[in-house]
C-alpha cells in the first residue's frame, strides 16, 4: 500500500508563487515514476509534471513549461511542485501521483488533492 498527501495549496494572485509538496509513504521501493496532476471544476484530469525514480529528464505540459519546477527528495520520500508566474488557468485541485509498473500491468496511487486558486 502507498499513501500519498499533499499540501502548500492555496489562494494567490496572478504572478505569484507556490510550492506544492507530497509526502510518500509505504512500499515505494519499486515506484516507476511520480508526479502531479490537476483537475480544474468540470473538466478531467491532466497531467501536470513527472519524473522518473531515475530522475531523468522531466515531462512538464506545455502550458506549464518554464514556470513549473518538478523535484524529489528520495532519503525523504518527497515529491515537491514549485510554480512560479502562476495564471488563473493554473485554478485547479492538484493531485500527487505514483505509478508502479507490473509489466502489462500498471498500478496508480493518489493522494486526496490540494485545492490550488489563482485569481487575476
Known amino acids: 500500500q502507498v499513501q500519498l498527501v499533499e499540501s502548500g495549496g492555496g489562494s494567490v494572485q496572478a504572478g505569484e508563487s507556490l510550492v506544492l509538496s507530497c509526502a510518500a509513504s509505504?512500499?515505494?521501493?519499486?515506484?516507476?515514476?511520480m508526479g502531479w496532476y490537476r483537475q480544474p471544476t468540470g473538466k478531467e484530469r491532466e497531467l501536470v509534471a513527472r519524473?522518473?525514480?531515475?530522475?531523468?529528464?522531466?515531462h512538464y505540459a506545455e502550458s506549464v513549461k518554464g514556470r513549473f519546477t518538478i523535484s524529489r527528495d528520495n532519503p525523504k520520500n518527497m515529491l515537491y511542485l514549485q510554480m512560479n508566474n502562476l495564471k488563473p488557468e493554473d485554478t485547479a485541485v492538484y493531485f500527487c501521483?505514483?505509478?508502479?509498473?507490473?509489466?502489462?500491468?500498471?498500478?496508480?496511487?493518489w493522494g486526496n488533492g490540494t485545492l490550488v486558486t489563482v485569481s487575476s
Open positions: 519524473m522518473t525514480v531515475g530522475g531523468l529528464s522531466p
Open positions: 509505504g512500499t515505494l521501493f519499486n515506484v516507476n515514476s
Open positions: 501521483n505514483a505509478e508502479f509498473l507490473y509489466p502489462p500491468d500498471r498500478e496508480d496511487y
